[in-house]
């Protein structure tokens, strides 16, 4: 059983196009920023939005082609998906909600309900059978969701952003439910998410969706080692910097980017300047100082303003808008010691060969 | 400054209900039978010509809702009506009425669409099982007369089994047969004026079974426009009856 | 410690009171008139029960006829653009603006006998609509399908239709996702306009007496039945419209109720 994705969809004036393929058994993550045109993407798997171009098909069954013009509307295609906003339907109750696909099939009345409040009952909401969406907390809600995309046993089960209406304390405990009914269920997974702490923990293998393109596809670990955009980067909590690599003095070299110019280490198996390169640069290799520093053997000293302080256990992340902007990771004892806080000026150092440079 | 077109509209509405009083011109009203509708209208422009400072305002209609109105107050100068029995209702149960006169008769007939898609030739005809028949209500004098010619011709249960419509008034007979939805209509003769004339056929009634109508008029006691009134009711009496004739009534007894 | 409530202005409140005096102050009137000692014998007379049944199955088969030819219509307006959407919709209110007697004449023409519908009907199955109930349930369905497609067209309009394409995902066909969801989540705009169309129909008058004609069993409803009476009898055509009014009212209040509550 596998998925195999080449489509171009278009919603207005805004076109995303997707290529990429996914296993039975298999969970990918669809992940990108607000806007990326993931739910685009959703929609059209689904077989609500037809492609513009391109096609879909699944388990060797193709669900759209444009070239054909072959479209398999939804009702047809075993697809199971959990919507944002869940979609519950409003005048029947939780049971009656999951029991529906079975309904659809033609299921008997009783066995539908039968095998609905089994479900729910594996989900830890047999005592919510009976309520009405509008009663329910955003997790049971979710569960129920959840319960009415599987219970059908599709071939492709579609998640859009899951937990993305949760608070904290429902969201540890859905994730793990989520978790362990995806262990057990055989198809293809597709989830839409745009919480790399969510990818991470609950994908195989990651495609990332920036504005309309696929930018990196690859496992967490790869897109770790490895990130290509500064989003990529971002999420694996990294700096990125992106621009035209010259010859400096012997030994190093200057990238050019556009928002400014970091000293690095000349890398190994170029020649003479080129355009584009990355490069990264862990948050932990840089340091924080409350006034110029002086005699420094760091060749990178950037000012600027703080422009955040975000608190991870005994860390700290601190964003600093300098020229290019840095992130740096420090502890919460420098934090409290120099005082870091929003909107002071600070100096971040680090050294030309801390920056691993790459060409694209 | 804005409000002055509206403050000038309604002074304009007062205008008229102020000329009444104190001005020479007065105005009747005259309550007649449907039936009268065409006769009248002449009578009355007729009337006003001779009267210049008189005008008339007609209302017709059946003559059973016309005395009602009058009994539950409605302003009227002059009745007439189709038949003698609401002229006596009005006079016993109202107002009362002076110089009442008989002024005309009439006699009823059958009419049928042009096309007569019933094949209706004689009145025994109207009794032929599907023959979709329209009648004036019970109680509005052509109704009544209706009802009583076929009783007279002895075909009452099955014409009246046949009975598709009731009309509120004549009028509405005439003209379920002339829109061709009803096979046959019972009216009376002077309802086939001109203008409907080639549209309709008329099938006369034998005289042994049809009935003589008679029309009365009278001046309503306490219309405050007697004189005028008064004048009215000689004026049809008199002159109007050349137009009367004109119209196919016949003279009274 | 709460604070001050906004209070209804003023103005409002009397205002508000003139408009409830302009409703009930006509059936005050009627109740006052209504002579009941004979009030009884009228309700209970022949003519009365009769144009009473008949009024209730005319305006309740016209309410269906609307609502059933007035969804499909809904859903398209709402649903699907097409050239001239506008037009259509401005037709389909014309009945309401339509004084009912010129309702009736156009009726006449269209299914009359000698109507270019009517005709052929009459020619080639010897069927005349006029003068029969079915044409007085036309009549009444004609004046109140405005309101059925109003009602109905809002309804659709509110709906999130993205509860439909849920639906289709989880297997529902076009045919199934209709009964199951579209309908259901529609029952209270369905309900009202219910309410409105069979209110409506009951108070036919013009279109009916003009294309179905009038009499008693087969046509007379009780408007007619009430304009037949003021003729000769306008007390006792009180009784018989304060039942008009009873009837209208206990139906309205009624399923409204029930509707509006389980919302």
Redesign the interface.
């Known amino acids: 059983m596998s998925l195999v994705v080449d489509v171009e969809a278009r919603r207005g004036h805004f076109t995303v196009a997707a290529a990429f393929e996914a296993a039975a058994g298999e969970t990918v993550a669809l992940l990108g920023p607000n806007g990326a045109g993931k739910s685009t993407l959703v929609a059209t798997l689904a077989g609500i939005h037809p492609p513009a171009g391109g096609r879909v098909d699944l388990d060797g069954r193709t669900l759209d082609d444009v070239v054909t013009g072959r479209h398999v509307p939804p009702e047809r295609r075993q697809v199971g998906v959990v919507f944002q906003d869940r979609l519950l339907f409003p005048h029947l109750s939780a049971i009656e909600n999951v029991a529906f696909p079975l309904r659809a099939l033609g299921v008997a009345r009783r066995e539908a309900r039968s095998r609905a409040a089994d479900l729910l009952a594996r989900l830890g909401l047999a005592q919510r059978a009976d309520a009405r969406p509008a009663d329910l907390s955003g997790g049971e809600a979710q569960r129920v969701a959840l319960a009415r995309a599987l219970i059908r046993e599709p071939r492709l089960l579609l998640l859009d952003e899951p937990l993305a209406a949760l608070d904290v304390r429902a969201r540890t405990h859905v994730r793990a439910l989520v978790r362990r009914e995806l262990i057990g269920f055989a198809g293809v997974r597709l989830l839409v998410t745009h919480d790399p702490v969510e990818a991470m923990n609950l994908a195989d293998r990651m495609v990332l969706v920036e504005d309309g393109r696929v930018t990196q596809i690859g496992t967490p670990g790869e897109v770790r080692a490895a990130p290509r955009t500064p989003y990529a980067a971002e999420l694996v909590g990294t700096n990125l910097f992106t621009g035209r690599l010259e010859r400096l003095e012997a030994g190093a070299g200057r990238l050019v980017t556009s928002e400014g110019d970091v000293v690095v280490a000349w890398p190994p198996g170029i020649d003479g300047a080129l355009e584009p390169v990355i490069g990264l640069l862990r948050p932990a290799d840089v340091s924080l100082h409350v006034r110029p520093p002086e005699g420094a053997s760091a060749r990178n000293v950037l000012a600027g303003t703080v422009t955040s302080v975000r608190v991870e256990g005994e860390r700290a992340r601190v964003r600093i808008d300098a020229s290019p902007p840095v992130v740096a990771d420090v502890t919460l004892g420098s934090v409290e010691r120099l005082g870091i806080r929003e909107g002071i000026r600070l100096w971040a150092s680090f050294k030309a060969v801390e920056v691993r440079v790459q060409a694209i | 400054m804005r409000h002055a077109p509206v403050g000038m509209a309604c002074l304009a509405l007062l205008l008229p209900s102020c000329g009444g009083s104190g001005s020479q011109r007065s105005e009747i009203t005259v309550l007649a039978a449907a039936s009268l509708t065409g006769a009248f209208t002449k009578i009355g422009a007729d009337f006003e010509q001779s009267n210049p400072d008189v005008t008339v305002r007609f209302s017709f209609g ?1 003559s ?2 016309l005395a ?1 109105q009058i009994l ?1 107050g409605a302003p009227a100068d002059v009745f007439a009506p189709a038949s003698p029995k609401y002229m006596d209702q009005v006079r016993s149960d109202g107002p009362g009425v002076t110089d009442q006169a008989e002024f005309a008769r009439n006699t009823l007939a059958v009419i049928v669409p042009s096309d007569n ?1 019933a094949h209706v030739g004689t009145l025994d005809d109207l009794a032929r099982p599907g023959v ?1 028949l ?1 009648l004036a ?1 019970v ?2 004098p052509a109704g009544d007369y209706a009802r009583e010619i076929l009783a007279n011709a002895g075909i009452q249960k099955g014409t009246l089994a046949n ?6 008034d004549v009028k509405g007979v005439v003209q ?1 047969v002339l ?3 009803a096979d046959a209509g019972i009216i009376y003769r002077t309802d086939v004026t001109p203008d409907i004339s080639a549209r309709v056929r008329e099938i006369s009634i034998p005289d042994g079974v049809n009935v003589i109508a008679t029309y009365p008029i009278a001046v309503m006691n306490g219309s405050d426009r007697a004189p005028a009134a008064e004048a009215f009711v000689r004026f049809v009496t008199g002159p109007g009856q050349a137009t009367l004739r004109t119209f196919g009534f016949l003279p009274p007894s | 410690m709460a604070g001050p409530k906004r209070t209804t202005p003023g103005v409002f409140v009397v205002l508000a009171i003139l408009g409830i005096a302009f409703v009930t102050l006509p059936l005050a009137g009627l109740i006052q008139r209504t002579p009941w000692s004979r009030a009884a014998d009228v309700l209970t007379s022949d003519s009365s029960l009769t144009a009473l049944r008949l009024s209730i199955v005319v305006a309740t088969s016209a309410a269906v006829v609307s609502l059933v030819l007035g969804f499909p219509l809904a859903w398209v307006l709402s649903r699907s653009s097409f050239p001239g959407r506008r037009v259509v919709r401005g037709l389909v209110i014309l009945p309401l603006v339509m004084p009912p007697v010129v309702g009736g004449v156009a009726l ?1 023409a269209v299914f ?3 109507g270019f519908l009517g005709a052929p009907l009459n020619e080639v199955f010897g069927v ?1 609509l ?2 029969t109930t079915p044409a007085a349930v036309l009549a009444a369905a004609f004046v109140s399908f405005p309101l059925a497609v109003l009602a109905l067209e809002a309804g659709l309009r509110s709906l999130d239709t993205r509860l439909e394409d849920a639906a289709a995902t989880l297997g529902g066909s076009r045919w199934y996702v209709l009964r199951w969801v579209t309908l259901p989540m529609l029952a209270p705009q369905i309900a009202a306009g219910l309410v409105l169309c069979w209110a409506r129909a009951l108070g036919e008058f013009g279109a009916t ?1 003009t294309f179905a ?4 069993g ?3 409803t009780l408007p007619l039945a009430v ?2 009476r ?5 007390d006792g055509a009180i009784a018989l419209s304060l039942l008009l009014v009873a009837v209208s009212l206990a139906v309205i209040v009624g399923l409204r109720g029930r509707f509006l509550a389980a919302r």
């Open positions: 059946p059973d809702g009602t539950e898609p979709k329209v209500a109680g509005v009975v598709v419509s009731n009309e509120e379920k829109l061709g939805e | 006449l009359g006998r000698r005349q006029t003068f007496i004609g009038n009499l008693q087969r046509t007379q304009f037949e003021l003729q000769t009898d306008p």
